[in-house]
C-alpha cells in the first residue's frame, strides 16, 4: 500500500480505480466514471466500461441528490463509527447511476422507497466518506 499523502487520501485501501473517487471525497466532491467513449456512468469503479469495452474514463461530480431505490437496516455485528440500528441505502442519483451508501443519523423508520436524499460529506475516524441524509 502507498503513503496516504501521496495518493491524496486517506481511505484504508487504495488502487488506480479508487483513488480519484476518495481524493473526491477529500474535496468534498461524489465522484463517479464516465466512459470517454460512450459516455455511461459507473460506480462501483472498474478499469473498463461494460457497455463497449473501453479502458478510457474520466471523473464526473454529481450533484448530490436523488431518490431512494431500495433500503436495509443494519443491526448486526456492530460495525466502528455507526451506532445499530442504521439504514443503509440504494439511491439512484439524478445523474442515473446508483450508489450504496450509509444514512446513518436517520431513524429507520423516516426512510421509505422513493425518498428524495442528499449527500451528505463526513468524516469517520480520519476517513473522509459520505452519507445520504432525507431531503
Do not use: K
Not at 81 to 101: Q, S, Y
Amino acid at each position: 500500500m502507498t503513503d496516504a499523502s501521496a495518493r491524496g487520501h486517506n481511505a484504508p485501501c487504495s488502487n488506480r480505480d479508487f483513488d480519484f473517487f476518495y481524493r473526491g471525497l477529500e474535496d468534498e466532491r461524489l465522484l463517479v466514471q464516465r466512459c470517454a467513449r460512450c459516455n455511461q456512468l459507473r460506480s462501483l469503479p472498474s478499469p473498463g466500461c461494460e457497455s463497449c469495452g473501453s479502458l478510457d474514463w474520466e471523473p464526473l461530480p454529481l450533484a448530490g441528490e436523488g431518490e431512494v431505490y431500495s433500503y436495509v437496516t443494519h443491526y448486526h455485528p456492530p460495525l466502528p463509527g455507526f451506532a445499530a440500528p442504521h439504514p443503509m441505502a440504494l439511491v439512484t442519483m439524478d445523474e442515473g447511476v446508483r450508489l450504496l451508501g450509509a444514512m446513518d443519523g436517520t431513524d429507520p423508520a423516516d426512510v421509505a422507497i422513493g425518498r428524495r436524499v442528499r449527500v451528505e460529506f463526513v468524516r469517520r475516524e480520519n476517513v473522509a466518506a459520505f452519507r445520504f441524509r432525507n431531503l
